[in-house]
């Protein structure tokens, strides 16, 4: 059984095409979190929801929008796709939004391609 | 803010190898610190973790000790394998009320037979 599940795992669009990405946890896990990780590995946190509500925002523009229609799931759409976008998004949860304590379990990843 | 430097990568090493890949800090109040490793084409996945001040985190053979007076928790390994080939990130959660955690660059570590 997967513990967090996303799909598609690769994804080539267009610039200016909108696209969605889903996720899934099935570990029971109030908080559920979006990450970019880049060309050189590096990884940011953009988004968290706990228990459906946002309680993280980075600095993203706001082409992208989280939507968590229940705790279990945590979707990602992004609207007029450009270059720049093109990276692997990953997916996590954890038990709680309390720190420390609770360590964040990742899906395999999403890799976006935008040509 | 808070922050985690890494040592440069790619390390290469022999297997049976002594490993170590630093890692230190920057955080308000007390951090917890964790290490997570990333094999090809995989999401992350924990290594260990120590919460507070001289905990040991360990596992499958891997070791690293929150040191609050150097901020530094660099992972070790007495002997690679091949199969421990992968980036591993070294990352913490600050003192903010939140599960924000926050990565290093990451090191790629490649063994050879």
């Known amino acids: 059984d997967t513990a967090v599940s996303q799909t598609p795992k690769y994804l080539v669009t267009q610039m200016g095409n909108d696209k969605s990405i889903k996720c899934e946890q099935n570990l029971g896990h109030d908080t559920m979190y979006w990450y970019k990780q880049d060309s050189k590995k590096f990884l940011k946190i953009m988004f968290s929801?706990?228990?459906?509500?946002?309680?993280i925002n980075e600095t993203v523009p706001n082409r992208f929008s989280p939507k968590s229609p229940d705790k279990a799931h945590l979707n990602l759409h992004i609207n007029s796709l450009e270059l720049g976008d093109s990276a692997v998004y990953f997916c996590?949860?954890?038990?709680?939004?309390?720190?420390?304590?609770?360590?964040?379990?990742f899906g395999n990843g999403t890799r976006l391609t935008v040509t | 803010g808070d922050s985690v430097t890494q040592m440069e990568g790619p390390v290469t090493l022999s297997e049976e190898a002594f490993l170590t890949i630093n890692c230190t800090y920057t955080a308000t109040g007390y951090p917890s610190l964790f290490w997570y490793v990333q094999y090809p084409g995989e999401g992350l996945q924990l290594l260990l973790k120590?919460?507070?001040?001289?905990d040991k985190g360990s596992n499958k053979g891997f070791e690293a000790t929150y040191r609050k007076e150097t901020t530094s928790f660099h992972l070790e390994k007495g002997s690679v394998q091949v199969s421990d080939s992968a980036v591993y990130f070294c990352a913490l959660i600050g003192g903010g009320a939140t599960n924000k955690l926050i990565f290093g660059t990451g090191t790629l570590l490649a063994v050879q037979p």
């Open positions: 996590a949860s954890s038990l709680m939004a309390v720190r420390g304590d609770s360590p964040l379990h």
């Open positions: 120590a919460t507070k001040a001289d």
């Open positions: 929801y706990n228990n459906k509500e946002l309680i």
